[in-house]
Protein backbone atom coordinates (compact mmCIF):
# COMPACT_ATOMS: atom_id res chain seq x y z
CA UNK A 1 0.00 0.00 0.00
CA UNK A 2 1.24 3.29 -0.57
CA UNK A 3 1.39 5.54 2.47
CA UNK A 4 2.15 9.05 3.57
CA UNK A 5 4.80 10.18 5.02
CA UNK A 6 5.11 12.20 8.46
CA UNK A 7 6.71 15.66 8.50
CA UNK A 8 9.82 13.75 10.34
CA UNK A 9 10.38 11.20 7.79
CA UNK A 10 10.62 13.92 4.58
CA UNK A 11 13.92 14.34 3.30
CA UNK A 12 15.41 17.64 4.71
CA UNK A 13 16.76 18.56 1.16
CA UNK A 14 12.62 18.33 -0.43
CA UNK A 15 11.95 20.82 2.70
CA UNK A 16 12.22 24.79 3.13
CA UNK A 17 14.97 26.03 5.39
CA UNK A 18 13.12 28.69 7.29
CA UNK A 19 15.97 29.76 9.35
CA UNK A 20 16.11 32.74 6.88
CA UNK A 21 12.86 34.35 9.01
CA UNK A 22 13.70 33.21 12.20
CA UNK A 23 16.83 30.33 13.01
CA UNK A 24 15.48 28.64 16.47
CA UNK A 25 12.11 29.16 18.07
CA UNK A 26 13.08 31.19 20.79
CA UNK A 27 14.01 34.29 18.78
CA UNK A 28 10.74 34.01 16.88
CA UNK A 29 8.84 34.38 20.64
CA UNK A 30 11.38 36.99 21.18
CA UNK A 31 10.23 38.93 18.52
CA UNK A 32 6.33 37.56 18.78
CA UNK A 33 7.09 39.61 22.19
CA UNK A 34 9.25 42.65 20.99
CA UNK A 35 6.43 43.16 18.48
CA UNK A 36 3.47 43.42 21.03
CA UNK A 37 5.48 45.50 23.15
CA UNK A 38 6.49 47.65 20.27
CA UNK A 39 2.70 48.85 19.73
CA UNK A 40 3.28 51.26 22.03
CA UNK A 41 5.29 53.16 19.57
CA UNK A 42 2.00 54.20 17.65
CA UNK A 43 0.58 55.51 21.18
CA UNK A 44 2.58 58.68 21.24
CA UNK A 45 0.78 60.02 17.98
CA UNK A 46 -2.55 59.58 19.01
CA UNK A 47 -4.65 63.06 18.70
CA UNK A 48 -1.72 64.69 17.43
CA UNK A 49 -1.94 63.87 13.75
CA UNK A 50 -2.86 67.33 12.81
CA UNK A 51 0.12 68.94 13.71
CA UNK A 52 1.50 68.95 10.56
CA UNK A 53 3.43 67.14 8.11
CA UNK A 54 6.36 65.87 10.24
CA UNK A 55 3.97 64.22 12.68
CA UNK A 56 2.42 62.74 10.40
CA UNK A 57 5.40 61.12 8.17
CA UNK A 58 6.74 59.66 11.83
CA UNK A 59 3.41 58.31 12.79
CA UNK A 60 3.06 56.73 9.40
CA UNK A 61 6.81 55.57 8.98
CA UNK A 62 6.13 53.81 12.84
CA UNK A 63 3.38 51.79 11.68
CA UNK A 64 5.18 50.75 8.67
CA UNK A 65 7.94 49.25 10.42
CA UNK A 66 5.49 47.94 13.04
CA UNK A 67 3.66 46.18 10.37
CA UNK A 68 6.82 44.76 8.95
CA UNK A 69 7.87 43.25 11.79
CA UNK A 70 4.32 41.19 12.14
CA UNK A 71 4.46 40.13 8.44
CA UNK A 72 7.95 38.26 9.57
CA UNK A 73 6.80 37.41 12.40
CA UNK A 74 3.17 36.00 10.99
CA UNK A 75 4.69 33.91 8.36
CA UNK A 76 6.89 32.21 9.58
CA UNK A 77 4.03 30.58 12.05
CA UNK A 78 1.75 30.41 9.00
CA UNK A 79 4.65 28.55 6.66
CA UNK A 80 5.31 26.03 9.70
CA UNK A 81 1.64 25.21 10.08
CA UNK A 82 1.61 25.20 6.15
CA UNK A 83 3.96 22.72 6.24
CA UNK A 84 2.45 20.34 9.34
CA UNK A 85 -0.76 21.23 10.45
CA UNK A 86 -1.49 18.55 12.35
CA UNK A 87 1.49 20.02 14.74
CA UNK A 88 0.21 21.12 18.22
CA UNK A 89 2.59 23.71 18.60
CA UNK A 90 2.41 24.89 14.93
CA UNK A 91 -1.43 25.33 15.79
CA UNK A 92 -0.56 27.36 18.89
CA UNK A 93 1.61 30.07 17.32
CA UNK A 94 -0.61 30.66 14.29
CA UNK A 95 -3.68 31.52 16.77
CA UNK A 96 -0.70 33.63 18.86
CA UNK A 97 -0.05 34.93 15.34
CA UNK A 98 -3.53 36.39 14.85
CA UNK A 99 -4.61 37.11 18.15
CA UNK A 100 -1.00 39.50 18.26
CA UNK A 101 -2.04 41.15 14.40
CA UNK A 102 -6.12 41.61 16.56
CA UNK A 103 -4.07 43.40 18.88
CA UNK A 104 -2.20 45.42 16.26
CA UNK A 105 -4.95 46.28 14.20
CA UNK A 106 -6.27 47.98 17.15
CA UNK A 107 -3.47 50.02 18.36
CA UNK A 108 -3.05 51.41 15.25
CA UNK A 109 -7.00 51.94 14.32
CA UNK A 110 -6.51 55.34 15.55
CA UNK A 111 -4.25 56.49 12.98
CA UNK A 112 -6.80 56.36 9.78
CA UNK A 113 -9.72 57.48 11.85
CA UNK A 114 -7.32 60.57 12.64
CA UNK A 115 -6.34 61.19 9.41
CA UNK A 116 -10.03 61.01 7.75
CA UNK A 117 -10.85 63.70 10.50
CA UNK A 118 -8.05 66.36 9.29
CA UNK A 119 -9.19 69.47 8.30
CA UNK A 120 -10.00 69.26 3.98
CA UNK A 121 -6.74 70.47 2.12
CA UNK A 122 -4.90 70.09 5.08
CA UNK A 123 -3.63 66.33 3.69
CA UNK A 124 -2.94 67.62 0.38
CA UNK A 125 -1.19 70.33 2.41
CA UNK A 126 1.13 67.67 4.03
CA UNK A 127 2.10 65.95 1.08
CA UNK A 128 3.11 69.26 -1.09
CA UNK A 129 5.39 69.94 1.77
CA UNK A 130 7.06 66.89 3.21
CA UNK A 131 8.73 64.74 0.45
CA UNK A 132 9.22 62.54 2.54
CA UNK A 133 5.30 61.74 2.47
CA UNK A 134 5.49 60.42 -1.34
CA UNK A 135 6.30 56.92 -0.51
CA UNK A 136 2.93 56.64 1.73
CA UNK A 137 1.01 58.54 -1.09
CA UNK A 138 -0.63 55.68 -2.27
CA UNK A 139 -1.63 54.25 0.90
CA UNK A 140 -3.36 57.99 1.88
CA UNK A 141 -5.15 58.21 -1.39
CA UNK A 142 -6.67 54.38 -0.63
CA UNK A 143 -7.80 55.75 2.89
CA UNK A 144 -9.53 58.59 1.02
CA UNK A 145 -11.44 56.55 -1.46
CA UNK A 146 -12.81 54.78 1.44
CA UNK A 147 -13.57 57.74 3.69
CA UNK A 148 -17.49 57.56 2.84
CA UNK A 149 -18.15 54.21 4.31
CA UNK A 150 -15.29 55.00 7.74
CA UNK A 151 -17.09 54.14 10.89
CA UNK A 152 -16.63 56.37 14.19
CA UNK A 153 -13.08 56.08 15.27
CA UNK A 154 -14.05 54.03 18.75
CA UNK A 155 -15.91 51.60 16.11
CA UNK A 156 -13.15 51.46 13.67
CA UNK A 157 -10.73 50.32 16.68
CA UNK A 158 -13.63 47.71 18.17
CA UNK A 159 -13.84 45.79 14.88
CA UNK A 160 -9.89 45.44 14.46
CA UNK A 161 -9.50 44.29 18.11
CA UNK A 162 -12.33 42.00 16.96
CA UNK A 163 -10.00 40.81 13.74
CA UNK A 164 -9.44 37.01 15.24
CA UNK A 165 -12.79 36.73 14.93
CA UNK A 166 -13.52 37.92 12.01
CA UNK A 167 -11.16 35.79 10.17
CA UNK A 168 -12.40 32.79 12.17
CA UNK A 169 -13.91 30.76 9.41
CA UNK A 170 -10.55 30.73 7.33
CA UNK A 171 -8.88 29.35 10.27
CA UNK A 172 -11.39 27.08 10.98
CA UNK A 173 -11.98 25.92 7.53
CA UNK A 174 -7.84 25.67 7.39
CA UNK A 175 -7.34 23.89 10.29
CA UNK A 176 -10.26 21.29 9.95
CA UNK A 177 -8.89 20.98 5.92
CA UNK A 178 -5.21 19.94 7.13
CA UNK A 179 -6.30 17.82 10.28
CA UNK A 180 -9.50 16.57 10.07
CA UNK A 181 -10.91 15.32 6.93
CA UNK A 182 -10.33 11.60 6.20
CA UNK A 183 -10.16 9.96 2.98
CA UNK A 184 -10.20 6.21 3.20
CA UNK A 185 -7.75 4.35 1.03
CA UNK A 186 -8.96 2.85 -2.51
CA UNK A 187 -8.15 -0.43 -4.64
CA UNK A 188 -7.28 0.12 -8.42
CA UNK A 189 -8.54 -2.43 -11.04
CA UNK A 190 -5.20 -5.04 -10.56
CA UNK A 191 -5.73 -5.02 -7.13
CA UNK A 192 -3.56 -2.30 -5.38
CA UNK A 193 -4.11 -0.19 -3.09
CA UNK A 194 -3.69 3.72 -2.45
CA UNK A 195 -3.79 5.87 0.69
CA UNK A 196 -6.06 8.93 -0.12
CA UNK A 197 -5.28 12.90 0.52
CA UNK A 198 -6.71 16.63 -0.78
CA UNK A 199 -2.81 16.69 -1.69
CA UNK A 200 -2.63 12.73 -3.26
CA UNK A 201 -5.90 13.01 -5.38
CA UNK A 202 -5.12 16.90 -6.71
CA UNK A 203 -1.01 15.99 -7.78
CA UNK A 204 -1.43 12.52 -8.78
CA UNK A 205 -4.97 10.49 -8.63
CA UNK A 206 -7.01 13.73 -10.37
CA UNK A 207 -4.40 13.36 -13.57
CA UNK A 208 -3.69 9.57 -13.48
CA UNK A 209 -3.86 8.26 -16.61
CA UNK A 210 -5.52 4.44 -15.39
CA UNK A 211 -9.30 5.04 -14.82
CA UNK A 212 -9.75 3.02 -11.85
CA UNK A 213 -6.83 4.40 -9.71
CA UNK A 214 -8.35 8.07 -10.98
CA UNK A 215 -11.99 7.01 -10.54
CA UNK A 216 -11.69 5.35 -7.25
CA UNK A 217 -9.95 8.19 -5.98
CA UNK A 218 -12.35 9.88 -6.93
CA UNK A 219 -15.19 7.98 -4.64
CA UNK A 220 -12.71 8.30 -1.96
CA UNK A 221 -11.92 11.75 -1.75
CA UNK A 222 -15.78 12.51 -2.74
CA UNK A 223 -17.09 10.45 0.30
CA UNK A 224 -14.27 11.91 2.32
CA UNK A 225 -15.54 15.86 1.69
CA UNK A 226 -19.37 14.79 1.99
CA UNK A 227 -18.97 13.71 5.99
CA UNK A 228 -17.83 17.27 6.51
CA UNK A 229 -20.45 19.08 3.79
CA UNK A 230 -22.53 20.80 6.59
CA UNK A 231 -19.82 21.62 8.48
CA UNK A 232 -17.85 23.35 5.58
CA UNK A 233 -21.16 24.90 4.56
CA UNK A 234 -21.39 26.57 8.01
CA UNK A 235 -18.31 27.65 7.55
CA UNK A 236 -18.93 28.94 4.12
CA UNK A 237 -22.03 31.31 4.94
CA UNK A 238 -20.25 32.31 8.03
CA UNK A 239 -17.96 34.16 5.96
CA UNK A 240 -20.51 35.31 3.55
CA UNK A 241 -22.88 36.61 6.29
CA UNK A 242 -20.02 38.67 7.98
CA UNK A 243 -19.05 40.15 4.62
CA UNK A 244 -22.95 41.23 3.89
CA UNK A 245 -23.20 42.79 7.69
CA UNK A 246 -19.85 44.29 6.89
CA UNK A 247 -21.01 45.43 3.83
CA UNK A 248 -24.73 47.00 4.98
CA UNK A 249 -22.58 48.97 8.25
CA UNK A 250 -19.77 50.77 5.75
CA UNK A 251 -23.01 51.67 3.53
CA UNK A 252 -21.97 49.99 0.41
CA UNK A 253 -24.63 49.21 -2.30
CA UNK A 254 -23.51 45.68 -2.25
CA UNK A 255 -21.31 43.09 -0.58
CA UNK A 256 -19.87 42.89 -4.54
CA UNK A 257 -19.01 46.65 -3.91
CA UNK A 258 -17.62 46.20 -0.53
CA UNK A 259 -15.24 43.35 -1.56
CA UNK A 260 -13.87 45.08 -4.72
CA UNK A 261 -13.21 48.07 -3.28
CA UNK A 262 -9.36 47.05 -2.11
CA UNK A 263 -9.23 45.88 -5.64
CA UNK A 264 -8.92 49.46 -7.14
CA UNK A 265 -10.51 48.45 -10.49
CA UNK A 266 -13.96 49.58 -12.35
CA UNK A 267 -16.38 47.23 -11.40
CA UNK A 268 -17.60 46.49 -15.53
CA UNK A 269 -13.62 44.55 -15.75
CA UNK A 270 -15.07 42.08 -12.57
CA UNK A 271 -18.46 42.12 -14.90
CA UNK A 272 -16.65 41.51 -17.98
CA UNK A 273 -14.49 38.81 -16.76
CA UNK A 274 -17.08 36.97 -15.19
CA UNK A 275 -19.60 36.76 -17.97
CA UNK A 276 -17.59 37.34 -20.72
CA UNK A 277 -15.20 34.18 -20.28
CA UNK A 278 -18.32 32.06 -19.32
CA UNK A 279 -20.13 32.72 -21.80
CA UNK A 280 -17.58 32.27 -24.96
CA UNK A 281 -15.26 29.67 -23.40
CA UNK A 282 -18.30 27.02 -23.12
CA UNK A 283 -18.07 26.35 -26.54
CA UNK A 284 -14.21 25.82 -26.65
CA UNK A 285 -14.33 23.21 -23.20
CA UNK A 286 -16.83 21.49 -24.70
CA UNK A 287 -15.18 21.02 -27.52
CA UNK A 288 -12.49 19.83 -25.48
CA UNK A 289 -14.37 18.01 -23.01
CA UNK A 290 -16.05 15.76 -26.44
CA UNK A 291 -12.30 15.46 -27.63
CA UNK A 292 -11.25 14.14 -24.17
CA UNK A 293 -13.85 11.39 -23.99
CA UNK A 294 -13.16 10.30 -27.49
CA UNK A 295 -9.41 10.11 -27.02
CA UNK A 296 -9.62 8.33 -24.16
CA UNK A 297 -12.36 5.62 -25.30
CA UNK A 298 -15.07 6.35 -22.75
CA UNK A 299 -18.85 6.20 -23.52
CA UNK A 300 -19.58 9.19 -20.61
CA UNK A 301 -16.72 11.59 -19.33
CA UNK A 302 -16.90 11.69 -15.32
CA UNK A 303 -16.42 15.17 -14.09
CA UNK A 304 -12.98 13.15 -12.64
CA UNK A 305 -12.19 12.32 -15.73
CA UNK A 306 -11.79 15.96 -17.35
CA UNK A 307 -7.54 16.12 -16.31
CA UNK A 308 -6.75 12.73 -17.45
CA UNK A 309 -3.41 12.82 -19.81
CA UNK A 310 -5.02 12.23 -23.75
CA UNK A 311 -1.46 10.45 -24.17
CA UNK A 312 -0.95 8.64 -21.20
CA UNK A 313 2.52 7.14 -22.63
CA UNK A 314 3.86 10.40 -23.74
CA UNK A 315 3.58 11.32 -19.98
CA UNK A 316 6.96 11.56 -19.34
CA UNK A 317 8.07 11.68 -15.28
CA UNK A 318 9.73 14.99 -15.00
CA UNK A 319 12.05 14.85 -11.84
CA UNK A 320 12.46 18.06 -9.78
CA UNK A 321 16.02 18.56 -10.84
CA UNK A 322 14.60 18.37 -15.03
CA UNK A 323 11.81 20.53 -14.18
CA UNK A 324 13.85 23.76 -12.00
CA UNK A 325 16.47 23.51 -15.60
CA UNK A 326 13.48 23.26 -18.11
CA UNK A 327 11.87 26.57 -16.06
CA UNK A 328 15.53 28.17 -15.92
CA UNK A 329 15.72 28.18 -19.80
CA UNK A 330 11.93 29.43 -20.54
CA UNK A 331 12.61 32.53 -18.40
CA UNK A 332 16.26 33.36 -20.09
CA UNK A 333 14.20 35.97 -21.87
CA UNK A 334 13.51 37.63 -18.67
CA UNK A 335 16.96 38.33 -18.33
CA UNK A 336 20.22 37.70 -15.69
CA UNK A 337 18.53 39.09 -12.85
CA UNK A 338 15.52 37.41 -12.68
CA UNK A 339 16.96 33.81 -13.80
CA UNK A 340 19.40 34.15 -10.76
CA UNK A 341 16.34 34.76 -8.37
CA UNK A 342 14.24 31.68 -9.83
CA UNK A 343 17.46 29.54 -9.67
CA UNK A 344 18.32 30.84 -6.28
CA UNK A 345 14.36 30.00 -4.94
CA UNK A 346 14.93 26.71 -6.79
CA UNK A 347 18.23 25.47 -5.09
CA UNK A 348 18.92 27.25 -2.13
CA UNK A 349 15.86 25.10 -0.19
CA UNK A 350 13.35 27.69 -0.65
CA UNK A 351 10.83 25.41 -1.90
CA UNK A 352 8.95 22.82 0.25
CA UNK A 353 7.76 19.99 -2.60
CA UNK A 354 7.56 16.82 -0.75
CA UNK A 355 3.85 15.40 0.48
CA UNK A 356 3.27 14.39 4.24
CA UNK A 357 0.71 13.83 6.75
CA UNK A 358 -1.03 17.47 7.73
CA UNK A 359 0.48 19.19 4.59
CA UNK A 360 -1.13 22.17 3.49
CA UNK A 361 -2.91 21.55 -0.06
CA UNK A 362 -2.04 23.18 -3.60
CA UNK A 363 0.63 25.37 -3.89
CA UNK A 364 1.28 29.11 -3.01
CA UNK A 365 4.07 31.62 -2.63
CA UNK A 366 4.97 33.60 0.45
CA UNK A 367 7.31 36.56 0.06
CA UNK A 368 8.27 38.36 3.62
CA UNK A 369 9.49 41.45 3.46
CA UNK A 370 13.57 41.96 3.39
CA UNK A 371 14.06 37.94 3.09
CA UNK A 372 13.15 36.02 -0.01
CA UNK A 373 10.15 34.19 -0.95
CA UNK A 374 8.84 30.81 0.12
CA UNK A 375 7.27 28.14 -2.08
CA UNK A 376 4.42 25.33 -0.79
CA UNK A 377 4.28 22.66 -3.75
CA UNK A 378 3.81 18.78 -3.90
CA UNK A 379 5.82 17.48 -6.33
CA UNK A 380 4.92 14.24 -8.03
CA UNK A 381 7.25 14.33 -10.79
CA UNK A 382 4.39 15.72 -13.81
CA UNK A 383 4.89 18.28 -16.07
CA UNK A 384 1.93 20.09 -14.17
CA UNK A 385 4.65 20.51 -11.66
CA UNK A 386 6.38 22.15 -13.81
CA UNK A 387 4.14 24.72 -14.87
CA UNK A 388 2.97 25.32 -11.11
CA UNK A 389 6.33 25.94 -9.96
CA UNK A 390 6.64 27.96 -12.87
CA UNK A 391 3.68 29.98 -11.56
CA UNK A 392 4.66 30.16 -8.18
CA UNK A 393 7.99 31.67 -9.20
CA UNK A 394 6.08 34.16 -11.16
CA UNK A 395 5.01 35.49 -7.04
CA UNK A 396 7.99 35.34 -5.93
CA UNK A 397 10.46 36.92 -8.63
CA UNK A 398 7.70 39.76 -8.68
CA UNK A 399 7.61 40.42 -5.21
CA UNK A 400 11.41 39.53 -5.23
CA UNK A 401 12.14 42.47 -7.75
CA UNK A 402 9.42 44.79 -5.71
CA UNK A 403 11.13 44.73 -2.59
CA UNK A 404 14.07 45.54 -3.54
CA UNK A 405 12.77 48.38 -6.03
CA UNK A 406 10.35 49.44 -3.25
CA UNK A 407 9.53 50.19 0.50
CA UNK A 408 7.34 47.67 2.44
CA UNK A 409 4.55 49.97 2.08
CA UNK A 410 4.25 49.81 -1.64
CA UNK A 411 5.20 46.26 -2.03
CA UNK A 412 1.87 44.79 -2.97
CA UNK A 413 -0.29 45.98 -5.62
CA UNK A 414 -4.08 45.10 -5.44
CA UNK A 415 -5.29 41.59 -6.34
CA UNK A 416 -6.92 41.94 -9.82
CA UNK A 417 -2.54 42.38 -11.08
CA UNK A 418 -1.31 39.60 -8.49
CA UNK A 419 -2.10 36.74 -10.36
CA UNK A 420 -0.48 38.33 -14.22
CA UNK A 421 2.80 38.06 -13.09
CA UNK A 422 2.47 33.77 -12.03
CA UNK A 423 0.56 32.86 -15.16
CA UNK A 424 2.87 34.78 -17.12
CA UNK A 425 5.71 32.39 -16.20
CA UNK A 426 3.51 30.07 -17.45
CA UNK A 427 3.15 31.47 -20.81
CA UNK A 428 6.89 31.98 -21.24
CA UNK A 429 7.28 27.98 -20.75
CA UNK A 430 4.92 26.96 -23.11
CA UNK A 431 6.24 29.42 -25.76
CA UNK A 432 9.31 28.70 -24.69
CA UNK A 433 8.37 24.77 -25.25
CA UNK A 434 6.82 25.10 -28.62
CA UNK A 435 9.22 27.65 -29.86
CA UNK A 436 11.73 24.48 -29.40
CA UNK A 437 10.15 21.77 -31.54
CA UNK A 438 7.87 20.46 -34.01
CA UNK A 439 6.95 17.16 -32.57
CA UNK A 440 3.72 16.59 -33.23
CA UNK A 441 3.58 14.49 -30.09
CA UNK A 442 5.51 16.72 -27.84
CA UNK A 443 3.59 19.72 -29.16
CA UNK A 444 0.04 18.49 -28.67
CA UNK A 445 1.66 17.18 -25.17
CA UNK A 446 2.55 21.56 -24.38
CA UNK A 447 -0.68 22.51 -25.55
CA UNK A 448 -2.42 20.10 -23.43
CA UNK A 449 -0.60 21.62 -20.02
CA UNK A 450 -1.51 25.25 -21.33
CA UNK A 451 -5.20 24.17 -21.98
CA UNK A 452 -4.63 22.76 -17.80
CA UNK A 453 -3.56 26.70 -16.93
CA UNK A 454 -6.49 27.96 -19.11
CA UNK A 455 -9.02 25.43 -17.50
CA UNK A 456 -7.65 26.16 -13.87
CA UNK A 457 -7.89 30.13 -14.12
CA UNK A 458 -10.65 30.06 -16.83
CA UNK A 459 -12.56 27.54 -15.89
CA UNK A 460 -12.40 26.15 -12.10
CA UNK A 461 -11.52 29.96 -10.53
CA UNK A 462 -14.04 31.65 -12.52
CA UNK A 463 -16.86 29.22 -11.86
CA UNK A 464 -16.24 30.05 -8.25
CA UNK A 465 -16.62 33.75 -9.20
CA UNK A 466 -19.80 32.49 -10.47
CA UNK A 467 -20.40 30.93 -7.28
CA UNK A 468 -19.72 33.97 -5.03
CA UNK A 469 -21.64 36.20 -6.89
CA UNK A 470 -25.33 34.09 -6.81
CA UNK A 471 -24.40 33.12 -3.11
CA UNK A 472 -23.99 36.97 -2.04
CA UNK A 473 -27.15 37.78 -4.22
CA UNK A 474 -28.75 35.12 -1.99
CA UNK A 475 -27.35 36.10 0.94
CA UNK A 476 -27.97 39.68 0.75
CA UNK A 477 -31.87 38.84 0.35
CA UNK A 478 -31.97 37.06 3.68
CA UNK A 479 -31.68 33.41 2.61
CA UNK A 480 -29.76 31.09 4.47
CA UNK A 481 -26.54 29.57 2.45
CA UNK A 482 -26.87 25.15 3.06
CA UNK A 483 -25.02 22.89 1.99
CA UNK A 484 -27.88 21.73 0.37
CA UNK A 485 -27.87 25.55 -1.47
CA UNK A 486 -24.05 25.35 -2.36
CA UNK A 487 -24.37 22.32 -3.62
CA UNK A 488 -27.24 22.59 -5.99
CA UNK A 489 -25.30 26.35 -6.85
CA UNK A 490 -22.34 24.56 -7.73
CA UNK A 491 -23.92 21.40 -9.31
CA UNK A 492 -25.94 24.10 -11.74
CA UNK A 493 -23.07 26.22 -12.87
CA UNK A 494 -20.84 23.00 -13.78
CA UNK A 495 -23.59 21.95 -15.96
CA UNK A 496 -24.52 24.93 -17.40
CA UNK A 497 -20.95 25.58 -18.52
CA UNK A 498 -20.42 22.01 -19.63
CA UNK A 499 -23.59 21.02 -21.02
CA UNK A 500 -23.84 17.68 -22.01
CA UNK A 501 -20.19 16.93 -22.07
CA UNK A 502 -19.13 15.95 -18.75
CA UNK A 503 -21.61 14.24 -16.57
CA UNK A 504 -22.31 16.03 -13.26
CA UNK A 505 -21.81 13.86 -10.07
CA UNK A 506 -22.21 14.61 -6.23
CA UNK A 507 -18.60 14.53 -6.18
CA UNK A 508 -18.64 17.33 -8.57
CA UNK A 509 -21.52 19.36 -6.92
CA UNK A 510 -19.05 19.45 -3.30
CA UNK A 511 -16.22 21.03 -5.21
CA UNK A 512 -16.90 24.54 -3.59
CA UNK A 513 -14.97 22.62 -0.10
CA UNK A 514 -11.91 22.69 -1.95
CA UNK A 515 -10.73 25.83 -2.47
CA UNK A 516 -9.93 28.59 0.60
CA UNK A 517 -10.63 31.55 -1.96
CA UNK A 518 -13.73 31.84 -0.42
CA UNK A 519 -12.40 33.25 2.62
CA UNK A 520 -9.81 35.48 0.66
CA UNK A 521 -12.75 38.39 -0.77
CA UNK A 522 -13.49 37.98 -4.35
CA UNK A 523 -9.90 36.66 -5.20
CA UNK A 524 -11.44 33.69 -8.08
CA UNK A 525 -11.93 36.46 -10.39
CA UNK A 526 -8.47 37.75 -10.08
CA UNK A 527 -7.06 34.58 -11.74
CA UNK A 528 -8.98 35.67 -15.01
CA UNK A 529 -7.65 39.13 -15.11
CA UNK A 530 -3.84 37.93 -14.77
CA UNK A 531 -4.39 34.96 -17.25
CA UNK A 532 -6.29 37.95 -19.56
CA UNK A 533 -3.16 40.36 -19.12
CA UNK A 534 -0.61 37.62 -19.33
CA UNK A 535 -2.14 35.95 -22.05
CA UNK A 536 -1.59 39.66 -23.59
CA UNK A 537 1.89 40.37 -22.11
CA UNK A 538 2.93 37.17 -23.59
CA UNK A 539 2.38 37.94 -27.49
CA UNK A 540 3.77 41.02 -26.83
CA UNK A 541 7.05 39.52 -25.95
CA UNK A 542 7.10 37.52 -28.82
CA UNK A 543 6.16 39.98 -31.10
CA UNK A 544 8.75 43.42 -29.62
CA UNK A 545 10.89 41.01 -27.86
CA UNK A 546 13.68 42.94 -25.31
CA UNK A 547 11.13 46.39 -24.89
CA UNK A 548 8.23 44.62 -23.67
CA UNK A 549 10.41 42.56 -21.71
CA UNK A 550 11.45 45.81 -20.02
CA UNK A 551 8.58 47.27 -19.85
CA UNK A 552 7.43 44.14 -17.73
CA UNK A 553 10.25 44.31 -15.41
CA UNK A 554 9.51 47.91 -14.49
CA UNK A 555 5.88 47.04 -13.86
CA UNK A 556 7.27 44.29 -11.40
CA UNK A 557 9.59 46.54 -10.12
CA UNK A 558 7.04 49.01 -9.53
CA UNK A 559 5.46 47.26 -6.61
CA UNK A 560 1.67 48.62 -5.27
CA UNK A 561 2.62 52.19 -6.65
CA UNK A 562 -0.33 52.00 -9.53
CA UNK A 563 -3.01 51.07 -9.76
CA UNK A 564 -3.78 46.83 -11.54
CA UNK A 565 -4.94 48.79 -14.66
CA UNK A 566 -1.89 51.13 -14.57
CA UNK A 567 0.36 48.17 -14.13
CA UNK A 568 -1.19 46.65 -16.97
CA UNK A 569 -0.77 49.69 -19.05
CA UNK A 570 2.37 50.62 -18.31
CA UNK A 571 3.04 47.07 -19.85
CA UNK A 572 1.44 47.95 -23.07
CA UNK A 573 -2.04 46.18 -22.03
CA UNK A 574 -4.99 47.98 -22.11
CA UNK A 575 -7.74 46.49 -19.55
CA UNK A 576 -10.09 49.13 -19.64
CA UNK A 577 -11.70 47.45 -22.98
CA UNK A 578 -13.10 43.88 -23.30
CA UNK A 579 -10.88 43.48 -26.53
CA UNK A 580 -8.40 41.39 -24.46
CA UNK A 581 -10.94 38.88 -22.47
CA UNK A 582 -11.73 38.00 -26.41
CA UNK A 583 -8.92 37.58 -27.51
CA UNK A 584 -7.53 35.50 -24.70
CA UNK A 585 -10.56 33.30 -25.27
CA UNK A 586 -10.13 33.16 -29.20
CA UNK A 587 -6.65 31.86 -28.02
CA UNK A 588 -8.02 29.19 -26.17
CA UNK A 589 -10.10 27.93 -29.18
CA UNK A 590 -7.49 27.79 -31.54
CA UNK A 591 -5.24 25.53 -28.90
CA UNK A 592 -8.80 23.30 -28.82
CA UNK A 593 -8.45 23.43 -33.00
CA UNK A 594 -5.11 22.88 -33.20
CA UNK A 595 -5.16 19.87 -30.68
CA UNK A 596 -8.44 18.14 -32.72
CA UNK A 597 -6.17 18.29 -35.26
CA UNK A 598 -3.49 16.65 -34.13
CA UNK A 599 -5.84 13.91 -32.64
CA UNK A 600 -7.39 13.43 -36.01
CA UNK A 601 -4.02 12.70 -37.61
Known sequence: MHTRLSRAEVAIDETWNLDDLFATEADWEAELAAVDAARDSVSPFQRRLGEGAATLL????????????????????????????????????????????????????????????????????????????????????????????????????????LGEVLDAPYMVYGRSKSNDIQFAPFTDAAGTTYANSINGFESNFETHSDPSVRRGAWQSFSAGLKAYNHTYAATFATEVNKNVVMARLRGYASTEDYLLQPHKIPRAVYTNIVQIIRTELAPHMQRYARLRRRALGLDKLLYCDIKAPLDAEFNPRVTYDEGCKLILDSLAVMGPEYCDFAHKTMSQRWVDRSDNIGKSSGAFCASPYGVHPYILITWSNTMRNVFTLAHEL?????????????????????????????????????????????????????????????????????????????VYAL??????????????????????????????????????????????????????????????????????????????????????????????????????TPAPIHRAVAYVGKLVDELERAFAE
Open 58 to 161: SCLNTVEALEQRFVRVSTFARLRNAQDGTNPQSQSAVARADALEARLGASVAFVDSEILQLPDGLLEECLASEPGLAVHKMRLQDLLDVKPHHLGAETERVLAS
Open 394 to 470: GHGGHFGLAMKHQRYVNTRPAMPFVEAPSIMNEMLLAQHILGKTSDPRLRRSVIMQVLGTYHHNFVTHLLEAELQRQ
Open 475 to 576: AETGQSITAAVLNQRKGDILSKFWGDTVEIDDGARMTWMRQPHYYMGLYPYTYSVGLVASTAMANLIQEEGEPAVQRWLGVLKAGGTMKPLELMQAGGIDMS
